[in-house]
């Protein structure tokens, strides 16, 4: 069963209506470019290089776009 996360934990993704995954959507996307953001700043703490770091990141979301595209 899918969890339901939205309108008060009411409905699952799937039941929001076409505007209501938009908006979901968008605060999805939103919400990953804050948490590469801070995993990027934090790199060098953790001995990591921070390009290194986003180019990663960068390349992950790229792999999941073109999945979006097959």
């Known amino acids: 069963m899918a969890q339901k996360r ?3 934990d009411t409905l699952t993704f799937e039941d929001l209506d076409f505007a209501g995954q938009a908006r979901s959507v968008n605060a999805q996307v939103t919400r990953l470019q804050a ?9 060098p ?4 290089n921070a390009t290194v770091t986003l180019l990663k990141c960068i390349g992950q979301t790229a792999r999941m776009l073109n999945r979006l595209t097959k």
Do not use: E
Not at 35 to 43: E, L, P, Y
Not at 45 to 48: E, F, L, Q, Y
């Open 45 to 48: 703490n953790c001995g990591k």
């Open 35 to 43: 948490s590469i953001q801070a995993h990027v700043r934090k790199a």
């Open 6 to 8: 939205h309108k008060q």
